[in-house]
């Protein structure tokens, strides 16, 4: 009998050492998301900065003839290759089409 109740005790000791582990873990993982919040939204600000500044500088691709024709900021890659536009360096912004971020 008193075999099964020191083995109770040592049950009951080590069920509230787990559920303080799995409470600071829990306490972990609510702050690791917090800062991966916060880090998700300076992105999305930083992203939003570089979509409002490509949006002011319109980039120069090629079509068939060479002639030059603007393009906004919301023309994606796909409809470029559709419409047969070439790739071609932004001479304002020195950046080529690859690297515009995508919607």
């Known amino acids: 009998m008193e075999c099964i109740e020191d083995f109770m005790k040592d049950m009951r000791k080590a069920a509230e050492s787990s559920s ?7 306490e972990q ?12 939204a300076k992105c999305q600000l930083e992203l939003e900065e570089l979509r ?3 949006s ?12 030059k024709n603007y393009v906004d900021s919301k023309t994606t890659e796909e409809e470029l290759v559709m ?12 950046m080529c089409n690859d690297d515009v971020v995508k919607k």
């Open 52 to 54: 409002l500044k490509d």
């Open 20 to 26: 303080k582990v799995v409470e600071e873990l829990i």
């Open 83 to 94: 419409n047969g536009s070439e790739k071609s360096v932004d001479e304002e912004s020195n």
């Open 56 to 67: 002011k500088f319109p980039r120069k691709v090629s079509k068939g003839g060479g002639a």
């Open 29 to 40: 993982a609510k702050s690791s998301l917090k800062v991966l919040k916060e880090r998700k």
